[in-house]
């Protein structure tokens, strides 16, 4: 295939903007019914964590009751990746009149946020400010999704929802070895906080003993006010709210009461497109993860990847990817602060333009597309699947962002705080943490959202469905696409878990890979196309898969490999 002139790829890569607005009431798709009885399952990142999911589901409730025990189990016995103090994006789908929606759970800047808050008085980047301590913390999101979704969706109150989190933080769980590597990974971060170093260290500062009980009284007493009061007083309001304020303000935040009390779940259309019939349910913005998946997966459709070899094959979803990441720092951010072109960028006429610049041999170099200028990784998030028997279901994806995000507890609190403010761009063209670059677009402002990465998705075709999603900050996107290819070939459940994956973000311009991805041959063909290639040092994700065949009626749930989650079905 001859390269496209470069005229061509620019202007088919440059959409005229357009007012998009997607934020609106969510819409149901037809309903389908799905006549053979099937099993309920949940798939999150610790065992515990989907054991709380399935005592919801034994006890009555539903995929959405599930979806509150597991997030809230999860930022007890996962805290380095998610919690109260954090948000995410819950994607749903109820069964009974196939309504499909997204809640946005994402922190906000407090309303004192400024473009510039992260730059000295030259205009440059202040190093790590937006990463280190309170002033790097929006305003938690995940506590008022609990709410939303008992209130909304689920059957039962929070009082019962709660339970197995406040139990496993008032009488504490058994360290493991996952967790120990974090607290190592992050000890002296943790020893500057007492409140973090009380919890998750020995008297003496030292890394606890696998198998050590971790306990968080004042963490299950958080928990027991929402329980008692719903989040929006126990959390938001009173004395919890009252606590977080005056803690972060001590630690050089900017977070005020009205903050707390004006944080609100904003319910947004998902994204849904098409790929060779399978219908693609995703994230829409302030998470870009369904825009970049859809793109990529439109760009893939003009190309038969049943028919190429292995290498092309990789290689054009390396190109695929390229694309739809340099859209993510060109155009996205919070739809209730900018306009986007939407409609364009998940349009397959569109992806057919982004087409015309890709060669099936040979690599084309990001500064050939037009764009933004850029560097390099840290990390957590974590993400859980629950499918009910209803075919109720709910992909969620929450995160503090970092290892324990700042990795300051607000005293009393047991609430751990996010520095998410370092997803926003703290200035064009500046790299956040994942290297991910943007624009005007992502900028800091006042109560904005900052875009992320997060792609919750669902997956139909008309034999079955997935539900997946996992974390791993700027490759998440890339991971969900691979997940989704994967289960269109009919991989299975721990298949796709356990697929070896790589990346490319548009910039930096190389191909990240974990070690397996490519075989040898690969490695020499890929590098003969121009692609620049660098294993990682580390494995990526912890990827969250159910599957749900409709003729069988056969569920599989799996947890990645790499981390130390479970898929139950029961
Ligand atoms: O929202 C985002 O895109 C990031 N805050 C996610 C961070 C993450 O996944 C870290 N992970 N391993």
Same mark, same amino acid.
Request: overall charge negative; hydrophobic content about 40%.
């Given at each position: 295939?001859?390269?496209?002139?470069?005229?061509?790829?620019?202007?088919?890569?440059?959409?005229? /903007?357009?007012?998009?607005?997607?934020?609106?009431?969510?819409?149901?798709?037809?309903?389908?019914?799905?006549?053979?009885?099937?099993?309920?399952?949940?798939?999150?990142?610790? /065992?515990?964590?989907?054991?709380?999911?399935?005592?919801?589901?034994?006890?009555?409730?539903?995929?959405?009751?599930?979806?509150?025990?597991?997030?809230?189990?999860?930022?007890?016995?996962?805290? @380095?990746?998610?919690?109260?103090?954090?948000?995410? %994006?819950?994607?749903?789908?109820?069964? &009974?009149?196939?309504?499909?929606?997204?809640?946005?759970?994402?922190?906000?800047?407090?309303?004192?946020?400024?473009?510039?808050?992260?730059?000295?008085?030259?205009?440059?980047?202040? $190093?790590?400010?937006?990463?280190?301590?309170?002033?790097?913390?929006?305003?938690?999101?995940?506590?008022?999704?609990?709410?939303?979704? *008992?209130?909304?969706?689920?059957? !039962?109150?929070?009082?019962?929802?709660?339970?197995?989190?406040?139990?496993?933080?008032?009488?504490?769980?058994?360290?493991? $070895?996952?967790?120990?590597?974090? +607290?190592?990974?992050?000890?002296?971060?943790?020893?500057?906080?007492?409140?973090?170093?009380?919890?998750?260290?020995?008297?003496?500062?030292?890394?606890?003993?696998?198998?050590?009980?971790?306990?968080?009284?004042? !963490?299950?007493?958080?928990?027991? *006010?929402?329980?008692?009061?719903?989040?929006?007083?126990?959390?938001?309001?009173?004395?919890?709210?009252?606590?977080?304020?005056?803690?972060?303000?001590?630690?050089?935040? #900017?977070?005020?009461?009205?903050?707390? $009390?004006?944080?609100?779940?904003?319910?947004?259309?998902?994204?849904?497109?098409?790929?060779?019939?399978?219908?693609?349910?995703?994230?829409? /913005?302030?998470?870009?993860?369904?825009?970049?998946?859809?793109?990529?997966?439109? +760009?893939?459709?003009?190309?038969?990847?049943?028919?190429? =070899?292995?290498? @092309?094959?990789?290689? !054009?979803? +390396?190109?695929?990817?390229?694309?739809?990441?340099?859209?993510?720092?060109?155009?996205?951010? =919070?739809?209730?602060?900018?306009?986007?072109?939407?409609?364009?960028?998940?349009?397959?006429?569109?992806?057919?333009?982004?087409?015309?610049? +890709?060669?099936?041999?040979?690599?084309?170099?990001?500064?050939?597309?037009?764009?933004?200028?850029?560097?390099?990784?840290?990390?957590?998030?974590?993400?859980?699947?629950?499918?009910?028997?209803?075919?109720?279901?709910?992909?969620?994806?929450? &995160?503090?962002?970092?290892?324990?995000?700042?990795?300051?507890?607000?005293?009393?609190?047991?609430?751990?705080?996010?520095?998410?403010? =370092?997803? %926003?761009?703290?200035?064009?063209?500046?790299?956040?943490?994942?290297?991910?670059?943007?624009?005007?677009?992502?900028?800091? *402002?006042?109560?904005?959202?900052?875009?992320?990465?997060?792609?919750?998705?669902?997956?139909?075709?008309?034999?079955?469905?997935?539900?997946?999603?996992?974390?791993?900050?700027?490759?998440?996107?890339?991971?969900?696409?691979?997940?989704?290819?994967?289960?269109?070939?009919?991989?299975?459940?721990?298949?796709?878990?356990?697929?070896?994956?790589?990346?490319?973000?548009?910039?930096?311009?190389?191909?990240?890979?974990?070690?397996?991805?490519?075989?040898?041959?690969?490695?020499?063909?890929?590098?003969?196309?121009?692609?620049?290639?660098?294993?990682?040092?580390?494995?990526?994700?912890?990827?969250?898969? #159910?599957?749900?065949?409709?003729?069988?009626?056969?569920?599989?749930?799996?947890? =990645?490999?790499?981390?130390?989650?479970?898929?139950?079905?029961?």
């Amino acid at each position: 295939m001859a390269l496209a002139p470069l005229a061509r790829a620019d202007q088919a890569a440059r959409v005229p /903007p357009q007012k998009a607005r997607l934020a609106v009431p969510a819409e149901a798709h037809a309903a389908e019914s799905h006549a053979v009885a099937h099993k309920g399952a949940v798939a999150s990142a610790y /065992p515990l964590a989907s054991e709380a999911g399935q005592e919801m589901l034994k006890r009555g409730g539903n995929a959405f009751d599930a979806a509150v025990a597991v997030s809230a189990a999860l930022a007890v016995v996962e805290p @380095t990746s998610s919690g109260l103090g954090g948000g995410g %994006f819950y994607l749903l789908h109820r069964e &009974s009149d196939a309504l499909e929606t997204m809640l946005d759970a994402r922190e906000k800047a407090p309303a004192a946020a400024t473009r510039d808050m992260y730059l000295d008085s030259a205009g440059n980047p202040i $190093a790590r400010a937006s990463v280190d301590g309170p002033l790097a913390s929006g305003i938690p999101g995940e506590p008022a999704a609990f709410d939303y979704l *008992a209130q909304h969706f689920g059957k !039962l109150p929070l009082k019962v929802s709660l339970q197995p989190a406040i139990r496993l933080a008032r009488e504490g769980f058994p360290l493991y $070895a996952r967790l120990q590597g974090a +607290i190592r990974y992050k000890r002296e971060r943790l020893l500057r906080s007492p409140d973090t170093a009380r919890v998750f260290l020995t008297p003496s500062g030292d890394v606890p003993e696998l198998g050590a009980l971790i306990k968080q009284p004042d !963490l299950a007493r958080t928990l027991e *006010a929402m329980a008692e009061e719903g989040a929006a007083r126990g959390f938001y309001a009173g004395r919890v709210a009252q606590d977080l304020v005056k803690g972060v303000r001590a630690g050089g935040g #900017i977070w005020t009461p009205e903050d707390l $009390a004006s944080y609100r779940v904003i319910e947004r259309k998902p994204l849904v497109g098409n790929y060779h019939g399978a219908r693609i349910v995703s994230a829409s /913005p302030p998470s870009s993860g369904g825009v970049a998946l859809l793109d990529a997966l439109n +760009i893939l459709s003009g190309f038969d990847l049943k028919r190429v =070899d292995g290498v @092309t094959r990789k290689h !054009l979803v +390396i190109e695929a990817m390229q694309r739809a990441y340099r859209d993510r720092a060109v155009y996205l951010g =919070d739809p209730d602060f900018v306009t986007m072109p939407l409609p364009q960028l998940i349009n397959k006429d569109y992806a057919a333009g982004q087409r015309t610049s +890709i060669r099936t041999d040979k690599a084309m170099p990001s500064d050939m597309l037009p764009g933004i200028e850029t560097a390099p990784v840290g990390q957590d998030t974590t993400h859980f699947s629950v499918l009910d028997a209803q075919g109720n279901r709910v992909a969620g994806t929450i &995160s503090i962002n970092l290892f324990f995000g700042t990795g300051d507890m607000v005293p009393g609190t047991g609430v751990l705080l996010n520095n998410t403010m =370092d997803d %926003f761009s703290i200035k064009p063209g500046t790299p956040n943490v994942f290297g991910l670059v943007g624009n005007a677009e992502n900028a800091i *402002a006042g109560n904005k959202r900052p875009l992320s990465s997060m792609t919750p998705t669902f997956v139909e075709t008309p034999q079955g469905l997935m539900v997946i999603g996992t974390p791993g900050g700027s490759y998440i996107i890339s991971m969900v696409l691979i997940g989704t290819l994967d289960y269109l070939n009919g991989m299975s459940a721990p298949e796709i878990v356990k697929d070896p994956r790589f990346h490319h973000q548009y910039l930096p311009d190389v191909v990240e890979y974990e070690k397996g991805a490519f075989s040898d041959e690969e490695t020499t063909r890929l590098m003969a196309m121009g692609h620049k290639l660098e294993q990682g040092s580390r494995l990526w994700g912890n990827m969250e898969v #159910i599957t749900w065949d409709f003729a069988s009626g056969k569920v599989a749930a799996a947890s =990645d490999p790499r981390g130390e989650g479970e898929g139950l079905v029961y």
